[in-house]
């Protein structure tokens, strides 16, 4: 038999499309080696260094602990010497010299001396005895510390307090400096002291040296104001050098105690760099590691990587060859198989012809339609096996309906060659089965011997068809009763699908829309929008919404969100855009009565705010008048009494005329833009502490009795703390107003939570109404039970509430079980060991 040219052509495509499969897979291979080793490369570079940060941020966390503990200690030590000082009769040299000597000084590298000075700088008792009798310039020695506290100067150069006589020059060796920590104390008789201990900065860089001393590491300390005082030997740098550019001082301190980051340094080139701040001196540490030290050894495994990436694109270029060789040698064998199978082709003549129609079920009768052969499918129409299949027919399976045309599928006088039909059949379990046969009469001479056919269960899809109706019948009756209007259009720009809503909105029936052009009864303006969002959403996808108006057929304009989708078509492309239109005529009328309605009050507020301080502010001046002249006549008017008392009244009366005028203008400061206030971290404690010193006076006038209790552990809040000061007093003095004379006044604080403290002052005095609890924190606003007899202006509670409620904060009055009345200011705290204070009574 000749072969068959158009099988040769199939041969040589498949040939070359068999070469193109290993080139494809090859490259794929070689692209993913070279993704996979420059990621590994990239992701242990970043491991590298995220390494040498954490390990610089645990150096300066070790450095910084070292640091501390090193300042603290010498801070013991001065405040041991300090109180067995206190405990002298006298400051004679003879008696304060021993207590040095047996101090542990010598035990301590880190000190360089510890020294009593007086007043006037005088060393009284000196760790070194020679400098006993010498005077020091104590303006060297930078600002002193107040009597009981102490200060840790800044870095002076010398080796000891001889360095810093009088009649002694600046010292001349480079690099030798001394760290003073000074604490004054009230000696006997009272004379003020001061001791003085020299930390030895060298003995810190000695500690850095051995902690950290591999090449390009540096470890630096600095003061808060970045001038150095210690490093290692990797700095050139000398102590006292100023490190004003340097990140650390510039980004980072005093915003953040701790932290890390990749950039540049004290050292030139980039630099892996942590810093921690002392938690309580003016210190910081800094760690410096240099990126190129520490990317060396990832230089080095970056050559090796490198080196099987190139082996691996080899291997792979080596296997393409061997592939592709295999590959030609497996398409001429191919070839050589397909003109063997060509002469098997007559013998399998019938089968092919049995096998056109093969779907699911394959049978096979005789002239008169009885099965002679079935496949293994059979099961699923009948209980019965294959073997008792044979000898049935057909036209007794289906349904009474469909037996007619079953059996014109058999009939032998139609010459007819594949007959189809649909026809149910009930199936082993009971269920209606719906089936579409495919019969091909088989002939012999011209005449027919027997069927061969096949058979599909569509069953599903006969029950899909009826669900997709009753779904689109469904779905068409949800889009006719939405209140919203919805409308679908082609690719073409031209209506689809129109709900009764939409034409009740524009007005225009769903006859007269669908096939026409989308936008020919809307203006140019508006034609051009929707066009152009559609054409976004064509060129985009997913979802698309957006708001402009649309003339009611009312003829009023309605605010419009607008909702648009592509609608999921063939392969080509969708369908249509489905749009649906949602009123919110409403909402934005709303919403812009609201802003109006805000401008509006805002307007007011400022407006009432910026009256009230300027009428403050212009009735200050003649008050003042008022005032200089009272004092004046109450001057010289001492010898007549009465001319003297009419001068006093009169100079009372401005007093409280200006404490008023001055309450109206922190009101104002505080709601108007005027009043800002500047937050920081402040111990509440120390401000309990100074209001209740700035009211002793009027505590004494009435005889009250103070008890106090404050919180042996810091209350660090961040506030403004003139502003919570002046809102502290207002509560006290007020408590104090009404106390009765001899009472007692309680003042306490206390955090009630790991967030939050209290300051509660309670009072003896008449008490608040109930009612009244919540109106007396109102402006001009004073209780029924004091407001005839104690005076006061109805400001100062409502200035306290402001001024706590801008701190996020809360205050309350109530009424005690026993008489009185006791005030709570809630205030938030800030985290534990967040940062060393910043500000302090």
């Known amino acids: 038999m000749p072969s068959d040219p158009s099988r040769g052509r199939r041969a040589q495509s498949l040939l070359r499309r068999a070469g193109w499969w290993p080139c494809l897979v090859a490259g794929l291979l070689a692209l993913a080696v070279v993704v996979l080793c420059s990621g590994l490369a990239a992701f242990e570079r970043r491991e590298t260094l995220e390494n040498a940060e954490d390990r610089a941020e645990l150096v300066a966390r070790a450095l910084e602990d070292h640091v501390t503990r090193t300042v603290e200690s010498a801070s013991l030590i001065l405040r041991t010497l300090g109180e067995g000082i206190a405990g002298q009769a006298s400051t004679d040299p003879a008696r304060l010299q021993p207590m040095l000597a047996q101090s542990l000084i010598s035990s301590l590298p880190f000190l360089r001396s510890v020294a009593v000075l007086d007043e006037q700088g005088r060393v009284l008792a000196s760790s070194i005895p020679a400098e006993q009798g010498a005077r020091v310039a104590l303006n060297r020695l930078g600002p002193l510390p107040a009597v009981g506290r102490e200060q840790l100067q800044r870095l002076l150069p010398g080796r000891s307090l001889g360095d810093l006589a009088e009649a002694a020059a600046a010292p001349q060796a480079a690099g030798v400096g001394m760290l003073p920590l000074i604490r004054a104390l009230k000696g006997p008789g009272g004379q003020t002291l001061l001791v003085v201990a020299l930390i030895n900065p060298g003995a810190l860089a000695n500690f850095q040296q051995g902690v950290l001393s591999e090449p390009g590491s540096v470890a630096l300390l600095a003061g808060l104001d970045g001038r150095l005082i210690a490093s290692n030997d990797q700095l050139s740098l000398e102590p006292g050098t100023r490190l004003p550019a340097h990140p650390v001082f510039i980004d980072w301190l005093p915003g953040r105690e701790h932290g890390g980051y990749i950039g540049t340094g004290a050292q030139p080139g980039p630099q892996v760099v942590a810093f921690r701040a002392s938690r309580t001196r003016p210190l910081v540490i800094v760690v410096e590691l240099s990126q190129e030290v520490v990317l060396q050894p990832w230089n080095d495994r970056l050559r090796w990587l490198v080196g099987l990436t190139v082996v691996a694109l080899l291997a792979i270029g080596l296997g393409l060859g061997v592939v592709l060789r295999l590959t030609h040698a497996k398409a001429r064998a191919r070839q050589a198989l397909d003109r063997a199978h060509e002469q098997v082709a007559l013998r399998e003549h019938e089968l092919s012809v049995l096998l056109k129609s093969v779907q699911e079920l394959i049978f096979r009768t005789d002239a008169d339609g009885a099965i002679t052969f079935v496949n293994a499918r059979w099961a699923a129409l009948s209980a019965a096996g294959v073997a008792q299949?044979?000898?049935?027919?057909?036209?007794?399976?289906?349904?009474?309906?469909?037996?007619?045309?079953?059996?014109?599928?058999?009939?032998?006088?139609?010459?007819?060659?594949?007959?189809?039909?649909?026809?149910?059949?009930?199936?082993?379990?009971?269920?209606?089965?719906?089936?579409?046969?495919?019969?091909?009469?088989?002939?012999?001479?011209?005449?027919?011997?027997?069927?061969?056919?096949?058979?599909?269960?569509?069953?599903?899809?006969?029950?899909?068809?009826?669900?997709?109706?009753?779904?689109?019948?469904?779905?068409?009756?949800?889009?006719?009763?939405?209140?919203?209007?919805?409308?679908?259009?082609?690719?073409?720009?031209?209506?689809?699908?129109?709900?009764?809503?939409?034409?009740?909105?524009?007005?225009?029936?769903?006859?007269?829309?669908?096939?026409?052009?989308?936008?020919?009864?809307?203006?140019?303006?508006?034609?051009?929008?929707?066009?152009?969002?559609?054409?976004?959403?064509?060129?985009?996808?997913?979802?698309?919404?957006?708001?402009?108006?649309?003339?009611?057929?009312?003829?009023?304009?309605?605010?419009?969100?607008?909702?648009?989708?592509?609608?999921?078509?063939?392969?080509?492309?969708?369908?249509?855009?489905?749009?649906?239109?949602?009123?919110?005529?409403?909402?934005?009328?709303?919403?812009?009565?609201?802003?109006?309605?805000?401008?509006?009050?805002?307007?007011?507020?400022?407006?009432?705010?910026?009256?009230?301080?300027?009428?403050?502010?212009?009735?200050?001046?003649?008050?003042?008048?008022?005032?200089?002249?009272?004092?004046?006549?109450?001057?010289?008017?001492?010898?007549?009494?009465?001319?003297?008392?009419?001068?006093?009244?009169?100079?009372?009366?401005?007093?409280?005329?200006?404490?008023?005028?001055?309450?109206?203008?922190?009101?104002?400061?505080?709601?108007?833009?005027?009043?800002?206030?500047?937050?920081?971290?402040?111990?509440?404690?120390?401000?309990?502490?100074?209001?209740?010193?700035?009211?002793?006076?009027?505590?004494?006038?009435?005889?009250?009795?103070?008890?106090?209790?404050?919180?042996?552990?810091?209350?660090?809040?961040?506030?403004?703390p003139a502003r919570i000061h002046q809102a502290i007093r207002n509560v006290v003095a007020n408590a104090i107003k009404f106390s009765p004379q001899g009472g007692v006044l309680q003042v306490q604080a206390v955090a009630t939570s790991t967030d939050e403290c209290t300051i509660s002052v309670a009072d003896r005095g008449p008490g608040i109404p109930p009612a009244e609890l919540e109106s007396i924190f109102e402006t001009f606003v004073q209780s029924s039970r004091t407001k005839d007899g104690s005076g006061g202006t109805g400001l100062g509670l409502a200035i306290s509430r402001k001024i706590v409620e801008v701190h996020a904060g809360q205050i309350v009055a109530e009424n005690r079980a026993d008489g009185g009345a006791v005030f709570r200011i809630r205030l938030p705290l800030r985290v534990t060991g967040d940062s060393h204070l910043l500000t302090a009574y």
């Open 389 to 720: 299949a044979r000898g049935q027919r057909f036209t007794e399976l289906v349904v009474a309906a469909d037996r007619e045309r079953t059996a014109a599928l058999f009939r032998a006088d139609d010459r007819a060659g594949v007959r189809q039909a649909q026809v149910c059949i009930p199936a082993a379990d009971g269920q209606p089965r719906h089936f579409v046969f495919a019969v091909v009469p088989l002939l012999d001479q011209g005449s027919i011997v027997g069927f061969a056919g096949s058979a599909v269960d569509v069953s599903e899809r006969v029950v899909a068809d009826e669900q997709l109706q009753h779904q689109l019948a469904f779905t068409g009756l949800l889009l006719e009763i939405s209140p919203q209007p919805v409308s679908m259009v082609d690719t073409d720009g031209r209506y689809v699908m129109v709900n009764r809503a939409w034409e009740e909105l524009v007005g225009r029936s769903r006859a007269d829309v669908i096939s026409s052009p989308v936008g020919h009864f809307l203006g140019a303006q508006d034609a051009e929008l929707h066009a152009r969002q559609d054409a976004q959403l064509v060129a985009h996808g997913g979802r698309l919404r957006y708001e402009t108006q649309v003339r009611h057929h009312d003829g009023s304009m309605r605010d419009m969100l607008v909702t648009k989708v592509l609608v999921p078509g063939s392969l080509h492309g969708p369908t249509g855009i489905l749009c649906t239109l949602t009123d919110i005529s409403e909402f934005r009328d709303a919403e812009r009565a609201t802003r109006e309605a805000r401008d509006l009050a805002e307007e007011a507020s400022r407006s009432k705010s910026e009256f009230v301080a300027n009428i403050s502010h212009e009735l200050r001046t003649p008050l003042q008048a008022i005032l200089g002249f009272s004092e004046l006549g109450f001057t010289r008017g001492r010898d007549s009494p009465k001319l003297a008392g009419m001068f006093t009244d009169i100079h009372n009366s401005g007093q409280r005329m200006l404490a008023l005028v001055n309450d109206l203008l922190d009101v104002s400061k505080i709601e108007s833009a005027v009043g800002t206030f500047e937050l920081e971290r402040c111990d509440l404690r120390g401000v309990v502490q100074g209001v209740l010193r700035e009211l002793d006076p009027l505590i004494g006038q009435r005889g009250l009795r103070l008890q106090l209790r404050l919180s042996d552990a810091p209350l660090t809040a961040k506030v403004d």
